[in-house]
T-cell receptor, first 112, second 112 residues
Framework: EDQVTQSPEALRLQEGESSSLNCSYTVSGLRGLFWYRQDPGKGPEFLFTLYSAGEEKEKERLKATLTKKESFLHITAPKPEDSATYLCAVQARETSGSRLTFGEGTQLTVNP | DVKVTQSSRYLVKRTGEKVFLECVQDMDHENMFWYRQDPGLGLRLIYFSYDVKMKEKGDIPEGYSVSREKKERFSLILESASTNQTSMYLC???????????FGPGTRLTVT
């Protein structure tokens, strides 16, 4: 059974204080790992897809990295508008269709 | 931009009612999904569809059914609503494997 565990559950940062969110996964064979951002009361918004260990992707203050067992979402000099819940999901080679298994998310709060 | 729309943002129904939630996507995506999202449980897959009239059970299909008569539209049906189906329901679509899923804004369903 595919499993995704995100840590910490919640993180409070001061504006400008860089940090990382962790996503550990257990999957039979990884097809892809996805990061999403979700604002309260809204649907998740796609951020990145990573396909193989060693891969990195960046978007503004966010950088996602991937190893064989986990992924990190690094947030550099965050701003209050980065406050959201960040979700990680995996797609396994052996699952049918393009279904994803999600972690429970990390709720990030950035204080001004 | 991909757009996924859901028929209602908020819905209040009584126990035992039959409930229809509709989702429409405008990007000719093959795959569509229904999730529910609850605090502490994350996003859980109810059903998905990989083609018109084709469907597959997700992790929590009990008490739900789905219909996909047209490629752009995917409906979730609660045959007899119960209070434990009070939740946020999210629809998503994607072109195929390895592509990101795009989410709708969600329907907050309350069953009283």
């Amino acid at each position: 059974e595919d499993q995704v565990t995100q840590s910490p559950e919640a993180l409070r940062l001061q504006e400008g204080e860089s940090s990382s969110l962790n996503c550990s996964y257990t999957v039979s064979g990884l097809r892809g790992l996805f990061w999403y951002r979700q604002d309260p009361g809204k649907g998740p918004e796609f951020l990145f897809t990573l396909y193989s260990a060693g891969e990195e992707k960046e978007k503004e203050r966010l950088k996602a990295t991937l190893t064989k067992k986990e992924s990190f979402l690094h947030i550099t000099a965050p701003k209050p508008e980065d406050s959201a819940t960040y979700l990680c999901a995996v797609q396994a080679r052996e699952t049918s269709g393009s279904r994803l298994t999600f972690g429970e998310g990390t709720q990030l709060t950035v204080n001004p | 931009d991909v757009k996924v729309t859901q028929s209602s943002r908020y819905l209040v129904k009584r126990t035992g009612e039959k409930v229809f939630l509709e989702c429409v996507q405008d990007m000719d995506h093959e795959n569509m999904f229904w999730y529910r999202q609850d605090p502490g449980l994350g996003l859980r897959l109810i059903y998905f569809s990989y083609d018109v009239k084709m469907k597959e059970k997700g992790d929590i299909p009990e008490g739900y059914s789905v219909s996909r008569e047209k490629k752009e539209r995917f409906s979730l049906i609660l045959e007899s609503a119960s209070t434990n189906q009070t939740s946020m329901y999210l629809c998503a679509s994607t072109y195929r494997e390895l592509h990101e899923q795009y989410f709708g804004p969600g329907t907050r369903l309350t069953v009283t």
